[in-house]
C-alpha cells in the first residue's frame, strides 16, 4: 500500500514541469540535498562531487526516476562555470554518466595535460569549445571578465581551434574573444557547407560513372549477340 502511494507520489511529480522549486529535493522522499558543484574548486571540487553524487542517486526515490528526470534534478545543483558547460554540452547529455562525462572533460583528474585541454576535440563544436575553455581557465584560477582573463581566453582560443578553422582566422586576426567566437562559428559553418557539397558531388559522379558503366555493358551484350548471329548465319 505504501508503496504504491510512493510510485502515485512520483507519478505525479514527474509529470510537473521542473523548476527552480525542486532545488532542494528535500521533501518526504529524499533525505538529502543536491550536491552542489560550481567548478571554483577544479578537480578536487569535482572528484568530490562525484562522489557525493553516486551516493546521492543511490536513494530509494531515485528507483522510480526515469533518466530525464534523474539528469535535470543533478543539473539543479551544477551552478556556474560548470553550468555554462553542461548548457553546451546538452545534446551529447542522454544518460547521468554523459554529464559526469561532460564535466569530466574540464575539470575531472586525468592524464591529460594543461595544454591538451585547452585544445579544441575532434567532434566539439566551436559553441562547445567555447564554454569549455572559459570553464577550464576559471578552474585554472583565473577571474572571469577580467583584462587578463580576455587576454588569455582570445589566445588559448586562438591556437586551439581547429587548424582548418585557424586559417581563416589569422586572415583577419580578431580584436577581442567575442570577435574570434563569432568569425570561429562562422568559418566552421561554411567548412560544413562545403563537406556536405563535397559529398554530393562525389555521391553524383559515382551515380554517372554507374551509369556510363551500364551503357557500356549493353553495348557488349549487343555486340555480343550480333557476333553470335554472324557465326550461326
Known sequence: MVIEKLKRKVEEQASQPCSSKQASVDDSFTSRKIPEFTGAGGEDEFESWKLRIIEFLKQPIFNYYNEDRRISTIK????????MVLEADRRNIHTTGDLIEALSKVYGV?????????MQLEKESIRQYHARLKAYLVASGMVQGTENFN?????????GVKPEIKVRLQAALPYDIEEAFRKAQTAEVWLLAQKVKKAETKALTSMEVEGDNSEEMV???NNSNNNNKSVNE
Open 76 to 83: 539543479l545543483g551544477v551552478v556556474g562555470t560548470a553550468a
Open 110 to 118: 586525468d592524464k591529460r595535460s594543461s595544454e591538451c585541454r585547452a
Open 151 to 159: 587576454n588569455w581566453m582570445l589566445k588559448s582560443f586562438m591556437e
Open 219 to 221: 553495348a557488349n551484350i
